[in-house]
Protein backbone atom coordinates (compact mmCIF):
# COMPACT_ATOMS: atom_id res chain seq x y z
CA UNK A 1 0.00 0.00 0.00
CA UNK A 2 1.28 3.28 -0.76
CA UNK A 3 0.21 6.31 1.29
CA UNK A 4 0.70 10.17 0.41
CA UNK A 5 -0.51 12.26 3.11
CA UNK A 6 -0.54 15.73 2.95
CA UNK A 7 2.34 16.64 0.71
CA UNK A 8 3.79 19.71 -0.35
CA UNK A 9 6.93 20.55 -2.59
CA UNK A 10 8.28 22.57 -5.16
CA UNK A 11 11.10 24.49 -6.54
CA UNK A 12 12.68 26.95 -4.50
CA UNK A 13 10.53 30.02 -3.70
CA UNK A 14 7.78 28.31 -6.03
CA UNK A 15 5.19 25.87 -4.41
CA UNK A 16 4.18 23.12 -6.75
CA UNK A 17 2.49 20.70 -4.46
CA UNK A 18 -0.06 22.09 -1.88
CA UNK A 19 -1.03 19.80 0.73
CA UNK A 20 -1.70 16.65 -1.66
CA UNK A 21 -3.06 13.18 -0.29
CA UNK A 22 -3.58 9.94 -1.83
CA UNK A 23 -3.92 6.35 -1.46
CA UNK A 24 -3.03 3.02 -3.52
CA UNK A 25 -4.22 0.05 -1.94
CA UNK A 26 -2.39 -3.52 -2.90
CA UNK A 27 -2.88 -4.76 -6.22
CA UNK A 28 -5.01 -1.87 -6.41
CA UNK A 29 -4.69 0.34 -9.93
CA UNK A 30 -5.04 4.03 -9.39
CA UNK A 31 -4.77 7.01 -11.94
CA UNK A 32 -3.40 10.76 -11.11
CA UNK A 33 -4.91 12.67 -13.75
CA UNK A 34 -4.85 16.34 -14.76
CA UNK A 35 -3.66 19.10 -17.53
CA UNK A 36 -0.17 19.94 -17.91
CA UNK A 37 1.33 22.15 -15.62
CA UNK A 38 -1.12 20.25 -12.69
CA UNK A 39 1.83 18.89 -10.88
CA UNK A 40 1.55 15.40 -11.50
CA UNK A 41 5.52 14.81 -12.42
CA UNK A 42 6.29 16.76 -9.41
CA UNK A 43 3.86 14.49 -7.05
CA UNK A 44 5.79 11.40 -8.70
CA UNK A 45 9.37 13.07 -8.09
CA UNK A 46 8.53 14.01 -4.79
CA UNK A 47 7.84 9.75 -3.76
CA UNK A 48 10.34 8.67 -5.26
CA UNK A 49 12.93 10.55 -3.77
CA UNK A 50 14.39 13.15 -6.93
CA UNK A 51 12.39 15.86 -4.70
CA UNK A 52 12.34 16.65 -1.07
CA UNK A 53 8.98 17.46 0.58
CA UNK A 54 8.42 20.38 2.70
CA UNK A 55 6.02 18.35 4.52
CA UNK A 56 3.79 16.23 4.87
CA UNK A 57 4.43 12.03 5.00
CA UNK A 58 4.62 8.93 1.86
CA UNK A 59 4.75 5.63 3.28
CA UNK A 60 4.89 2.50 1.17
CA UNK A 61 3.65 -0.62 3.99
CA UNK A 62 3.46 1.30 6.73
CA UNK A 63 7.12 2.85 6.31
CA UNK A 64 7.70 5.93 5.96
CA UNK A 65 10.04 6.78 3.26
CA UNK A 66 9.43 10.69 2.69
CA UNK A 67 13.01 10.93 3.07
CA UNK A 68 14.23 8.23 1.02
CA UNK A 69 16.69 8.01 -1.56
CA UNK A 70 15.98 6.49 -5.33
CA UNK A 71 18.37 3.38 -4.48
CA UNK A 72 16.04 2.45 -1.09
CA UNK A 73 12.53 2.39 -3.23
CA UNK A 74 13.53 -1.50 -4.51
CA UNK A 75 13.91 -2.79 -0.47
CA UNK A 76 10.50 -0.97 -0.30
CA UNK A 77 8.80 -3.10 -3.27
CA UNK A 78 8.22 0.14 -5.15
CA UNK A 79 9.86 1.03 -9.24
CA UNK A 80 9.14 3.54 -11.14
CA UNK A 81 9.05 4.04 -14.80
CA UNK A 82 9.85 7.93 -15.37
CA UNK A 83 8.31 10.18 -18.55
CA UNK A 84 12.18 10.66 -19.38
CA UNK A 85 12.91 6.76 -18.75
CA UNK A 86 16.61 7.30 -17.36
CA UNK A 87 18.14 4.54 -19.01
CA UNK A 88 21.79 4.10 -19.90
CA UNK A 89 21.83 4.76 -23.72
CA UNK A 90 25.31 4.04 -23.76
CA UNK A 91 25.05 0.45 -22.49
CA UNK A 92 23.14 -2.56 -23.99
CA UNK A 93 19.49 -3.62 -23.45
CA UNK A 94 20.98 -6.65 -21.36
CA UNK A 95 23.39 -4.48 -19.12
CA UNK A 96 20.51 -2.44 -18.41
CA UNK A 97 18.42 -5.55 -17.33
CA UNK A 98 21.20 -6.59 -15.27
CA UNK A 99 21.42 -4.07 -13.44
CA UNK A 100 18.22 -3.61 -12.17
CA UNK A 101 18.40 -7.95 -11.85
CA UNK A 102 20.95 -7.18 -9.38
CA UNK A 103 19.48 -4.59 -7.28
CA UNK A 104 16.16 -6.37 -7.21
CA UNK A 105 18.06 -9.66 -6.08
CA UNK A 106 19.08 -8.02 -2.92
CA UNK A 107 16.39 -5.80 -2.58
CA UNK A 108 13.76 -8.35 -2.23
CA UNK A 109 11.66 -5.71 -1.32
CA UNK A 110 8.02 -6.48 -3.05
CA UNK A 111 5.81 -9.70 -3.01
CA UNK A 112 5.61 -10.72 -6.19
CA UNK A 113 8.49 -12.46 -8.18
CA UNK A 114 9.57 -11.89 -11.88
CA UNK A 115 12.20 -14.14 -13.49
CA UNK A 116 14.77 -13.07 -16.10
CA UNK A 117 12.91 -15.04 -18.63
CA UNK A 118 9.38 -14.46 -17.76
CA UNK A 119 9.74 -10.10 -18.07
CA UNK A 120 11.46 -10.88 -21.48
CA UNK A 121 8.46 -12.72 -22.58
CA UNK A 122 6.69 -10.03 -21.67
CA UNK A 123 8.57 -7.61 -24.18
CA UNK A 124 9.46 -10.01 -27.34
CA UNK A 125 11.37 -6.47 -28.47
CA UNK A 126 13.55 -6.53 -25.50
CA UNK A 127 14.34 -10.14 -25.71
CA UNK A 128 15.48 -9.51 -29.34
CA UNK A 129 17.35 -6.62 -28.61
CA UNK A 130 19.11 -7.73 -25.72
CA UNK A 131 23.06 -6.77 -27.23
CA UNK A 132 21.61 -3.17 -28.69
CA UNK A 133 22.82 -0.29 -27.47
CA UNK A 134 19.69 1.45 -25.64
CA UNK A 135 20.17 4.85 -27.05
CA UNK A 136 19.88 3.27 -31.16
CA UNK A 137 16.56 2.17 -29.46
CA UNK A 138 13.06 3.60 -31.08
CA UNK A 139 11.05 5.39 -28.14
CA UNK A 140 8.37 2.88 -28.03
CA UNK A 141 11.80 0.41 -27.52
CA UNK A 142 13.13 2.57 -24.83
CA UNK A 143 9.66 2.34 -22.60
CA UNK A 144 9.31 -1.13 -22.98
CA UNK A 145 13.03 -1.95 -21.80
CA UNK A 146 12.41 1.31 -18.68
CA UNK A 147 9.15 -1.25 -17.84
CA UNK A 148 11.24 -4.15 -17.97
CA UNK A 149 14.02 -2.70 -16.01
CA UNK A 150 11.24 -1.40 -13.48
CA UNK A 151 10.01 -5.25 -12.64
CA UNK A 152 13.19 -6.84 -12.19
CA UNK A 153 13.34 -4.91 -9.03
CA UNK A 154 11.08 -7.38 -7.97
CA UNK A 155 8.20 -4.55 -6.72
CA UNK A 156 4.75 -4.84 -6.18
CA UNK A 157 3.50 -1.38 -6.97
CA UNK A 158 4.70 0.25 -10.24
CA UNK A 159 4.44 3.80 -10.61
CA UNK A 160 4.66 4.90 -14.26
CA UNK A 161 4.37 8.95 -15.71
CA UNK A 162 3.08 9.66 -18.91
CA UNK A 163 3.90 5.46 -20.27
CA UNK A 164 1.61 6.87 -23.79
CA UNK A 165 3.65 9.73 -24.01
CA UNK A 166 5.16 10.06 -28.03
CA UNK A 167 4.34 6.60 -28.65
CA UNK A 168 2.60 4.96 -31.69
CA UNK A 169 -0.87 3.81 -31.22
CA UNK A 170 0.48 -0.08 -31.62
CA UNK A 171 3.30 0.35 -28.97
CA UNK A 172 0.73 2.28 -26.41
CA UNK A 173 -1.55 -0.87 -27.49
CA UNK A 174 1.50 -3.89 -26.38
CA UNK A 175 2.30 -1.22 -23.11
CA UNK A 176 -1.51 -1.82 -22.05
CA UNK A 177 -1.56 -5.13 -23.12
CA UNK A 178 1.35 -5.56 -20.69
CA UNK A 179 0.20 -3.25 -17.67
CA UNK A 180 -3.35 -5.65 -17.85
CA UNK A 181 -1.26 -8.58 -17.64
CA UNK A 182 0.56 -7.41 -14.50
CA UNK A 183 -2.70 -6.41 -12.70
CA UNK A 184 -3.53 -9.96 -13.47
CA UNK A 185 -0.63 -11.07 -11.23
CA UNK A 186 -1.35 -8.66 -8.47
CA UNK A 187 0.68 -5.89 -9.34
CA UNK A 188 -0.51 -2.64 -8.15
CA UNK A 189 -0.16 0.59 -10.05
CA UNK A 190 -0.18 4.40 -9.79
CA UNK A 191 -0.54 5.90 -13.32
CA UNK A 192 0.06 9.40 -14.24
CA UNK A 193 -1.63 10.12 -17.61
CA UNK A 194 -3.02 12.90 -19.46
CA UNK A 195 -5.18 10.98 -21.77
CA UNK A 196 -8.18 9.77 -19.62
CA UNK A 197 -9.29 7.20 -22.10
CA UNK A 198 -5.84 5.08 -21.22
CA UNK A 199 -6.37 5.74 -18.09
CA UNK A 200 -10.17 4.53 -17.58
CA UNK A 201 -9.32 1.28 -19.67
CA UNK A 202 -6.70 0.40 -17.36
CA UNK A 203 -7.46 1.61 -13.89
CA UNK A 204 -10.05 1.05 -10.97
CA UNK A 205 -10.04 4.84 -9.78
CA UNK A 206 -8.59 8.09 -10.10
CA UNK A 207 -7.51 11.08 -8.57
CA UNK A 208 -7.81 14.43 -10.38
CA UNK A 209 -4.85 17.48 -9.88
CA UNK A 210 -4.91 21.03 -11.09
CA UNK A 211 -2.99 23.74 -9.42
CA UNK A 212 -0.49 21.12 -7.02
CA UNK A 213 -4.11 20.08 -5.35
CA UNK A 214 -6.24 17.19 -5.53
CA UNK A 215 -9.30 18.87 -7.16
CA UNK A 216 -11.89 15.95 -7.53
CA UNK A 217 -11.80 12.34 -7.04
CA UNK A 218 -13.05 9.17 -9.38
CA UNK A 219 -14.36 6.42 -7.07
CA UNK A 220 -14.78 3.20 -8.75
CA UNK A 221 -17.42 2.39 -11.38
CA UNK A 222 -17.40 6.36 -11.83
CA UNK A 223 -15.63 6.30 -14.69
CA UNK A 224 -17.83 6.43 -17.61
CA UNK A 225 -19.88 9.36 -15.23
CA UNK A 226 -16.77 11.39 -15.55
CA UNK A 227 -16.02 11.01 -18.83
CA UNK A 228 -19.83 11.56 -19.76
CA UNK A 229 -20.01 14.60 -17.92
CA UNK A 230 -18.36 17.63 -20.63
CA UNK A 231 -18.74 20.03 -17.61
CA UNK A 232 -16.09 18.64 -15.39
CA UNK A 233 -14.00 17.10 -18.14
CA UNK A 234 -13.61 20.62 -19.07
CA UNK A 235 -12.99 22.21 -15.88
CA UNK A 236 -10.45 19.75 -14.60
CA UNK A 237 -8.64 18.75 -17.39
CA UNK A 238 -9.23 21.45 -19.82
Not at 151 to 158: A, F, I, K, S, Y
Request: net charge neutral.
Amino acid sequence: MLEVTSISAGYGALTVLDDVSLRVGDGEAVALVGANGAGKTTLVRTICGLLRARSGRIAKNGSDITAAPPHDLARHGLAVVLENRRLFGELSVRENLVLAETVGRKARGGKLRFTWDEVTELFPMVKERLDSAVELLSGGQQQMVAIARALLLQPDLLIMDEPSTGLAPKVVKDILLVIKALRERGMGLLLIEQNVGIASEITDRAYVMAVGRIVHEIGAGEWQSFLTDERLVKAYLG
